[in-house]
């Protein structure tokens, strides 16, 4: 089995994220075969949507200290904008995560953060914010919050935006 595995993937251009592709071995009388269950998706720069909504509640009584609530949807896609997956709407509390399954292979990680206004990104041995370029040229393009709304209403705010990175 070790020859199966260990031969199936390599340093080939067609296969830049070295996956594992199952393959077969005959020895005598038997094969033996390795079939992988993962769907691929295609790789390069990859990208996902995410609408993210905050509310914020229980305001202290001079309206300082508030805690906030984010809800969020995902689109993610492959480099050729094959969806891959599409979360239904995820809530959690700052400073609490997303935790999206192995969308590219990887569990992608979402935290907001209320205090400095952006998402803290994490994918595999990758990660970046709303505010900065990652190391590997990771980034996302963050719409302004909804301004039809006051600063001082409680209601929902939404806002739109676009990241990319090496999948």
């Avoid at 998706?41 to 949507?49: A, D, K, M, Q, T």
């Avoid at 229980?58 to 969020?72: I, P, Q, S």
């Amino acid at each position: 089995m070790t020859v199966i595995m260990d031969s199936c993937d390599g340093n080939n251009p067609d296969n830049p994220m070295n996956w594992k592709h199952g393959g077969s071995y005959d020895l005598d009388k038997v094969k033996f075969e390795v079939i992988p269950n993962k769907k691929h998706y295609v790789p390069g720069i990859c990208s996902f949507h995410v609408h993210q909504i905050e509310t914020y509640y229980c305001a202290d009584l001079a309206g300082t200290l508030r805690r906030y609530k984010y809800t969020t949807n995902v689109t993610a896609k492959d480099s050729k904008g094959n969806i891959l997956f599409t979360s239904g709407d995820m809530e959690a509390g700052d400073p609490n995560s997303y935790k999206m399954g192995a969308v590219y292979y990887d569990t992608l990680v979402l935290t907001p953060e209320s205090r400095g206004d952006y998402i803290q990104f994490n994918l595999g041995g990758q990660s970046w914010t709303t505010k900065d370029v990652g190391a590997q040229g990771q980034k996302c393009k963050v719409g302004d919050w909804d301004s039809r709304l006051k600063p001082t209403d409680y209601s929902r705010t939404g806002r739109d935006m676009d990241c990319s990175m090496q999948c």
